[in-house]
């Protein structure tokens, strides 16, 4: 019996799973878009939010994703701070 192979099927399904049970499904953790999932869980007094694709999205608009990649906040620009060409 190949011990490996089973190992690589059931972590490869670990990867592809998420929390999202709804259809239309919401995009995956590594979408341009993934902002868009639905919330699981909103904790405003804590500054943070976990949407069902497993991201979770913090108050200052940094993102911390499942496979632990950090996203730094990109908050855009105040009106105050944009300053146009001539």
Same mark, same amino acid.
């Not at 919330?39 to 976990?50: D, F, I, K, T, Y």
């Not at 979770?56 to 496979?67: I, K, Q, V």
């Not at 950090?70 to 105050?80: N, S, T, Y």
């Given at each position: ?30 979408? @341009? ?38 996203? @730094? ?14």
């Amino acid at each position: 019996m190949n011990h490996a192979s089973d190992q690589s099927t059931t972590t490869s399904q670990r990867k592809n799973s998420t929390m999202c049970q709804h259809q239309p499904p919401c995009p995956s953790a590594d979408s @341009a878009d993934r902002e868009a999932a639905h919330l699981v869980a909103h904790h405003p007094e804590q500054g943070w939010s976990l949407l069902c694709n497993g991201v979770l999205l913090f108050e200052d608009t940094g993102e911390l994703l499942p496979d632990g990649q950090v996203v @730094a906040p990109h908050r855009p620009l105040g009106a105050g701070h944009v300053t146009a060409a001539a």
